[in-house]
């Protein structure tokens, strides 16, 4: 069984940083693309930053650009998001997510999400 449980959320103010967690189980990390997306209020989710388990390749959204940064601990079963130079932009809860990506239509898991706020 799958879980992904994130943590690391809060309040911040503009400017500032954070580090987000993703634990995960139940999964083989180089079977799997791991990802952060946001939604903001009245907004639709939104991908943030992909890493692939097999490659370590990353991709990430143009407004988190040289701002953000994803990486695996495969050894702590753990993917990060560092946050920096926040926005109130930023402001959305944070959710990690993981697709199998050894088949077409791979299965997709989703955490609870962590809140951040970004406000002086």
């Known amino acids: 069984q799958v879980q992904l449980v994130e943590s690391g959320g809060g309040l911040e103010q503009p400017g500032g940083s954070l580090r987000l967690s993703c634990v995960f189980s139940?999964?083989?990390?180089?079977?799997?693309?791991m990802s952060w997306y946001r939604q903001a209020p009245g907004l639709e989710r939104e991908l943030v930053a992909t890493?692939?388990?097999?490659?370590?390749?990353?991709d990430y959204a143009d407004s988190v650009m040289g701002r953000f940064a994803i990486w695996a601990d495969d050894v702590k079963s753990t993917v990060y998001l560092r946050m920096n130079n926040l926005k109130p932009q930023d402001t959305a809860v944070y959710y990690c997510?993981?697709?199998?990506?050894?088949?077409?239509?791979?299965?997709?898991?989703w955490g609870q999400g962590t809140q951040v706020t970004v406000s002086p």
């Open positions: 997510h993981a697709q199998y990506t050894r088949a077409i239509r791979g299965a997709v898991y």
């Open positions: 139940g999964l083989t990390f180089a079977d799997y693309r």
């Open positions: 890493i692939d388990g097999y490659t370590y390749r990353t």
